[in-house]
Structures are given as structure tokens and as C-alpha cells.
């Protein structure tokens, strides 16, 4: 059964950069597409980026769109968010989860949280000065 573990989560000062990863066990994820989602307290779960399955296609909520990349190495089984420019906005619990790829309902990927069927801890992401 696959399984996936956020890190990379820190305190970051306004315009800084960090870089997320989700390491996935139990299965491969040559499989999946993976999206990356954040939640901040008070407000409801956001999609803010996601990947195919191959790594080529990708999308982007407006809000982090210029700023934060996806990007996959399956090789090493591993779903990593470059983040730039980060605001005291970006500050949430970042949680990846994964879809199989012939289950996508918007191709490439899903930014829709009620596609996925399960969530980690997360990792905490707070940008302040």
C-alpha cells in the first residue's frame, strides 16, 4: 500500500525559499500523480500544485503560480515543491497524496482535495519575519 511522508518544512523569513519533499514507500510511484496541498488555519484544504505521472505536465493554483515548482524523481520515488519568493500568505501545513493516473478526473493532475484518498501529518511551513 503506498504511502507518502512530507519534509522539508521550516520558519522562513518573507522572500525566502524552501524546498518540500514527499518520499513514498510501499509501492512506486511511476503509477501515480501526485499533488502537493496546503492548509492554513481557519481556511478549508488548497490544491497548489500537481504532477503527472511522468513528471511532463503539471499545474498550479494562481496564487503560487511563478513562484513554486513541482517536480518527480522516480528513480528515487520522490515528489519534491520548490518554493521561491515566499509571503507570510504561503504559511500552512503543506501535506502531499497521490491518484493513480488512470483515475484523474482533470488531466494531467488534480488540484481537487476530494480526490485523494488519504493525508499525512503534513509538515509545517511558516514564512515570517
Known amino acids: 500500500q503506498l504511502r507518502l511522508v512530507e519534509s522539508g518544512g521550516a520558519l522562513v523569513q518573507p522572500g525566502g525559499s524552501l524546498r518540500l519533499s514527499c518520499a513514498a514507500s510501499g509501492a512506486t510511484l511511476d503509477y501515480y500523480t501526485v499533488g502537493w496541498f496546503r492548509q492554513a488555519p481557519g481556511k478549508e484544504r488548497e490544491g497548489v500544485a500537481c504532477i503527472s505521472r511522468g513528471g511532463g505536465d503539471t499545474k498550479y493554483s494562481h496564487s503560487v503560480k511563478g513562484r513554486f515548482t513541482i517536480a518527480r524523481d522516480n528513480t528515487e520515488n520522490t515528489v519534491y515543491l520548490q518554493m521561491n519568493s515566499l509571503s507570510p500568505e504561503d504559511t500552512a501545513v503543506y501535506y502531499c497524496?497521490?491518484?493513480?493516473?488512470?483515475?484523474?478526473?482533470?488531466?494531467?493532475?488534480?488540484?481537487?482535495?476530494?480526490?485523494?484518498?488519504?493525508w499525512g501529518q503534513g509538515t509545517q511551513v511558516t514564512v515570517s519575519s
Open positions: 497524496s497521490a491518484v493513480p493516473a488512470w483515475a484523474v478526473r482533470t488531466p494531467p493532475c488534480s488540484l481537487t482535495d476530494t480526490d485523494f484518498g488519504s
